[in-house]
């Protein structure tokens, strides 16, 4: 699936007819997530969704009703990538908390797409009360799982066990929110030794004791 | 001007026929980025926009082409407010770089609306290379802006001159943008006392020398 999003052509092979439903509408959500990110939300109908997955019009929006439950799928989608990132990270790494936010800092094309993505769905949830409850259920879950990686890694003795896990989960969150909404405008402007050298020292804070003026 | 667009009546008195052009245009922005922030970049149109400034579409159509030039100048409404409270920073401020902070922090109301139809006219900037050299201007022109603060806070002795101007701006900058790009959906989760905390160990980091990991 990820070799079939994340080339230009983004006709799917036709599955059989047994498959699951979840599941073909996860991979046309991926199709609809990568398509919003290279042609903008404005650009990316039902019709246009259809014309991509090589199916019908009337095939798509058996999965997805309008536009607006498209782009929560499309924004999920791009979870769904993160949460498979994050899965990855061995149980050995040897700094789990960095390897956390290489997870979603937009590092390199795949990263930035699935920002692209997600910046889009952030401008459609202005003023719509369910878009922003997923977005601030999103920005909690992953704080919180943030948190959980510092107290574990206080716990080992690599973090200073003074610090928050609460309050530095927040900090680190918004300069990875920072960074990549700055970033999925500018690529060149963010290239991923320039997203390291920040986040390096926003952890390297976190293993010394923190001058608070 | 102030009054009318931040109460709920949108209604804009009647001016004479010599009103300037653009301060007319400017004027319905303003009402425009409002609606934006309150109601979503979905549910306004040329034609909700003109019901709502008391005019006829026409009137609305004379100033804007459609809906992209819209959310165009209602982005460059709400940089205008933020100009306004930048200009309004007092020259014997005993903390510039702070006050110009303040200035983009969603702190009040008006600032987290200014922010909501920024983040509305993110998403449209997505896939929409025009809109997005207008952002990549934005951040550009604030990071240098906050670069010569930091500079000139470096020649009065108030920063520590070991550090590089470009980069702390750069690090000042994505931290207001990852607090607003999450405080824009979730207020309650951002008091500003939230905020300052934030910027208050990043601003005290510049203040002493910053050690890196």
Redesign the interface.
Same mark, same amino acid.
């Given at each position: 699936m990820r070799h079939v999003l994340y080339n230009t052509c983004y006709i799917l092979s036709p599955m059989p007819r047994h498959v699951d439903h979840d599941a073909r509408r996860e991979e046309i959500a991926d199709v609809a997530a990568a398509l919003?990110?290279?042609?903008?939300?404005?650009?990316v109908s039902l019709r246009s969704l259809a014309a991509a997955t090589g199916g019908s019009t009337s095939a798509v929006t058996h999965y997805f009703a309008d536009r607006?439950e498209l782009l929560q799928h499309a924004y999920r989608a791009a979870i769904r990538h993160a949460r498979a990132r994050i899965d990855a990270i061995a149980d050995d790494q040897p700094d789990p908390l960095r390897a956390y936010c290489e997870a979603v800092l937009p590092l390199d094309s795949d990263r930035r797409r699935d920002w692209? =993505?997600w !910046?889009?769905?952030?401008?459609?949830?202005?003023?719509?009360p369910a878009l922003?409850e997923m977005?601030?259920w999103r920005?909690?879950a992953f704080r919180e799982m943030l948190a959980e990686v510092i107290a574990a890694e206080q716990a080992a003795g690599a973090i200073d066990r003074s610090l928050d896990p609460a309050?530095e989960s927040?900090?680190l969150?918004?300069?990875?929110?920072?960074?990549a909404?700055?970033a999925?405008?500018?690529e060149d402007?963010w290239p991923a030794e320039?997203q390291y050298?920040?986040l390096?020292?926003a952890?390297?804070?976190l293993? =010394?004791p !923190?001058?608070?003026?």
């Amino acid at each position: 699936m990820r070799h079939v999003l994340y080339n230009t052509c983004y006709i799917l092979s036709p599955m059989p007819r047994h498959v699951d439903h979840d599941a073909r509408r996860e991979e046309i959500a991926d199709v609809a997530a990568a398509l919003i990110a290279s042609r903008g939300p404005a650009n990316v109908s039902l019709r246009s969704l259809a014309a991509a997955t090589g199916g019908s019009t009337s095939a798509v929006t058996h999965y997805f009703a309008d536009r607006r439950e498209l782009l929560q799928h499309a924004y999920r989608a791009a979870i769904r990538h993160a949460r498979a990132r994050i899965d990855a990270i061995a149980d050995d790494q040897p700094d789990p908390l960095r390897a956390y936010c290489e997870a979603v800092l937009p590092l390199d094309s795949d990263r930035r797409r699935d920002w692209q =993505t997600w !910046v889009a769905f952030h401008g459609a949830a202005v003023g719509d009360p369910a878009l922003a409850e997923m977005q601030r259920w999103r920005v909690t879950a992953f704080r919180e799982m943030l948190a959980e990686v510092i107290a574990a890694e206080q716990a080992a003795g690599a973090i200073d066990r003074s610090l928050d896990p609460a309050t530095e989960s927040r900090h680190l969150l918004s300069l990875v929110h920072g960074i990549a909404s700055e970033a999925a405008f500018d690529e060149d402007d963010w290239p991923a030794e320039r997203q390291y050298a920040l986040l390096d020292r926003a952890l390297g804070h976190l293993r =010394t004791p !923190v001058q608070l003026s």
